[in-house]
DNA sequence: ATGATGTTGAGACTGAGTCTCAGGTGCGGA
DNA sequence: TCCGCACCTGAGACTCAGTCTCAACATCAT
């Protein structure tokens, strides 16, 4: 899949770049991470490798994830839930995310317009915005037609439901 | 002040609609809530409690914001950090948050044609939402002034910097 | 006074993430 | 080719926020 060379490529520039180096370890994470995962969770992400017999340690797989969000290969975002998610960026715009509180589904979207907005409003509190942040919470079209009712803020499904955490 | 008490008649409304019961602990954390905290940290809270000599446990805290949170009268978000902060809510309507990553500021805001873009993203993904959660990192006008430079999104400075953490 | 129900504090526990350190790896230069 | 050094790794201890448990306590209706 050549996709997912180029990604690594440019990870290496990045990583060549600060005098570091592209290790087996982050290869397979980028590898992983690129090909089958849209949003996961750091031990989602652990707990696959040790699925697939890859041997990467707790350590390794969160400083390779601090190393692509800093490459800008993938993205730390937040989906309601205490920790993090991330997401690995193809080049494609910035966008932001609705959550399902009933099925964990994860809808994204761009929308220019509210962009612009923002920037209106940190232009309006002389402030520069460097990163933003939003998501929103609900019930997607498929669960509202199940009459699934929305959870309340504070309680939201898991996203990553499946992966089993096992920890040691 | 006969605002707080205003605060603390609702939440003993809400809390003896479910046979709960206001309590003196409880009592002082409204009061604590309400007179001198904005956005807020739990263990932040509990801190100060210590420091007033009010002996209230962590687990008491923590229940304490979770009825809080449901009863209306504080707002759980969501400003950069891995865990919560908290802001009371004085029957003022919704806003988002601009958060300074070079000191730690909030500025609040509230925008109708914002709120209403979001609205008509749901309805184009057929996504009922229940929540949104929007925070800009940035940097503040003064902090701008004084030539501090934006730090990268996932080194934010912490907002209760001033509550030295002591457990036990 | 009794019992039912709700509340509390202490501290054990959890889950996510970080740090440390000894040992391993790999590349540039002699 | 070999060496040295900087970089990288895994194991596991540690931290920090938050949750849970449980025995003791408070309150209220009967």
Redesign the interface.
């Known amino acids: 899949m050549p996709a997912i060379e180029r990604e690594i490529t440019r990870f290496q520039d990045f990583l060549s770049r600060q005098g570091q180096k592209l290790t087996q370890e982050r290869t397979s994470l980028v590898r992983e991470i690129f090909s089958t995962h849209y949003h996961f969770e750091a031990d989602e992400l652990l707990f696959k490798m040790k699925q697939k017999s890859v041997k990467i340690s707790r350590a390794t797989v969160y400083r390779t994830l601090?190393l692509l969000?800093?490459s800008g290969l993938v993205r730390?975002v937040?989906l309601?839930e205490?920790?993090?998610h991330y997401e690995h960026v193809r080049g494609d715009s910035h966008h932001d995310h609705?959550v399902?509180?009933a099925c964990g589904s994860v809808?994204e979207?761009n929308?220019p317009?509210?962009e612009q907005?923002?920037l209106d409003?940190?232009a309006r509190?002389?402030?520069?915005?460097?990163?933003?942040?939003?998501?929103?919470?609900?019930?997607?079209?498929s669960c509202?037609r199940k009459g699934e009712q929305?959870a309340?803020?504070?309680r939201v499904m898991t996203i990553g439901e499946g992966a089993m955490k096992l920890r040691k």
Do not use: A, M, W
Request: aromatic letters at 10%.
């Open positions: 601090e969000v800093k730390r937040h309601g205490e920790h993090y609705l399902c509180t809808i979207f929308d317009e509210l907005r923002q409003i940190c509190k002389k402030f520069t915005p460097t990163f933003h942040n939003l998501q929103i919470l609900g019930v997607c079209d509202h929305p309340s803020p504070d």
